[in-house]
């Protein structure tokens, strides 16, 4: 099956700092993918770097087929404009760790700026297929409520809501549950099993084991800016090889 | 003692607290107020002279035109300052630099001094000349509505700047990238996510230099501009009515600003809507 996402020797320093030491791998349409690892491993920046919210320093990320921040040709890769790599993106759904709704709008209105802003969506019928994106999270009686009025959990369905109604082709989730109360990460991770059964294609960096071994198809292990192990779920949940893998493993499961 | 003993709440009677020292602030402020009041009543003013001066046609007109130049003062210098705080937090250091210029030369030399420049401008270029276009001379160009405009215009911008600039930045990054996540551009970000958050933060001072730039404007009387002073001294030249003239002048100043605080409220309000139902509402001092 042809890759959705292509990271190929993709390097990113900050400064003299080297978050990614030259990562590559793929992940098929469909695929639920976890990364784990220690924090400061990379695995964010890693995700950043596929919608280029950080810019690589070396290496390319392909997102079906494109190359993300760049136009090929003859052998030349010249750098998008601003509103291109603003098209691209729109393809590329994410959620973040502090939800970052928009504080100003309402419940409605986050979700169908994207949708009205960037896709010139009618009004009318991007409200209405808000709605079911809010109903889809649990949230379709809270439509006209703001984000301050709500619990750090329902901000957090109302923020996939809102990538969702951009009908991307990958979604991706920079450790989703980790800014919520423990009593708020069951709500969260329900809606993205249920998104994992419904066949999108999902790459999640998360602290979540027991969500990792229920929801992933294949999980990636990340240590010191490159990836030190991939599998499947069950192999390398249940048989680690890499020593490191094994540490941080038997760390998190206290 | 048993707790039997002890007198329940209604068997009390819950003395206050007097205030003396608030008592002979009172005292005091009245006293103060009283004999100010008397003072002007019996002092060498006739204020008929004031209310009949109040509604003047040439009073009216002069409040008119402080209010049009203040309107198109802030316009050019919120353009100025929104564009200027921009280039201020770009990655480009010509632009950066050229940003922190601006600001230093326009917040360091007086306000009244870059009137009489702007005005004066005709004793440095005689003409303005545009190739093949127009070449007019530059008193034509530069009336005194237009030097002012200028003057307070980019004088007012080199202020609103900062102003602008603390605003956008306190919108956090998360924003930037929530809107470049779902396919926005900067300037879309901008306009519908940044600007309304950072108006928050921007429309408090905002308010407070749209008020100063009312009473700035009486400034340009001294370039020959139509504002209030200017058409209170053409009527105190000719009938030498000089304090009940600028009473006249004071009150039409204080009822304007009084006016533009109230709507500074609202639009406070306005631009806070969201928070409301939050806990994180400002402390009540």
Redesign the interface.
Known sequence: MKPIIEISKVRKAFGTVEALKGVSCDIAEGEVVCILGPSGSGKSTLLRCI?Q?ERPTSGIVRVGGEIIGYREQANHLYALS??QL??Q??????V?Q?F??????TVLENVI??PV???KELRAASIQSALQFLERVGLADKANA????LSGGQQQRV?IA??LA?KPSVMLFDEPTSALDPELVGEVLLVMKELARSGLTMVIVTHEIAFAREAANRIIFMDGGAIVEAGKTGDLLGNPKNPRTREFLAAVRH | MSKNDLNTPDEYVFVRKIHYGRYLAVALIILLLGIIVRAFVVGKIAWAVVGEYLFDRDIMAGIVNSMILTVFVMVVGVMLAVTVALMAGSKNPVLRYTARGYMFVFRSVPILLQLLIWYNLALIFPQITIPFVVSVSTTQVLTPFVAALLAFGIAQGAYTTEVIRSGLLSV?R??V??????????S?SLY??II??AMRVIVPPLGNETIGMVKYTSLASVIQYREIIYSAQSIYFASGRVIEMLMVCAFWYALVIGILSIVQGYIERY?N??????A?GEADL
């Open positions: 919608n919210l601003n509103r603003a098209a993106r729109s393809k590329i759904g994410m973040f502090q970052n709704l928009f504080p100003h709008m700026e994207g802003r960037v896709k703001y984000p301050s009025q923020a809102r990538a951009m | 956090g998360g924003q990238e929530a809107a470049a996540s779902i396919g926005m551009t900067y879309q519908r996510i309304p958050q631009y809507r969201s928070s409301r139902g939050s994180a």
